[in-house]
């Protein structure tokens, strides 16, 4: 599937891609969407924001932040399990106290490393 825009320039791999999924989906396996670092940094940055905003008087964006680390996690999971289920275990911290404050920078750090530049 598409990621980051960079597939979806050829229309033909982006349908491929989906017809793959489908017929992975029909067979019985589990249909995983591939793993892209950036998209889960990304991700987890807008569920920082929304926190923020959260804590100044919009209660409704807890929901949208936690809509927000699951895609982090499934950004993750294919290619790096052990990285998504760090931030499964943050999400469900978070779930469990919605005060809770996630260590925001030290989960990106762990996705991507300054040295990895
Ligand atoms: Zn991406």
């Known amino acids: 599937m598409a990621c980051c825009g960079k597939k979806a320039a050829d229309l033909r791999k982006v349908i491929q ?5 489908y017929e992975q989906h029909v067979g019985g396996m589990r249909v995983m969407r591939d793993s892209c670092k950036v998209c889960a940094c990304k991700h987890i940055s807008q569920a920082r924001a929304l926190l923020l905003e959260m804590n100044k008087g919009y209660p409704e964006h807890y929901w949208f932040a936690m809509g927000h680390l699951a895609e982090a996690e499934d950004e993750l999971m294919k290619e790096f399990p052990e990285l998504g289920g760090k ?4 999400r ?3 779930e469990q106290d919605k005060k809770y404050w996630i260590p925001f920078a030290d989960l990106i750090i762990a996705i991507d490393p300054p040295e990895s530049k």
């Open 17 to 21: 891609g989906l017809l793959d999924d």
């Open 87 to 90: 931030v499964r275990e943050e």
């Open 92 to 94: 469900l911290k978070l």
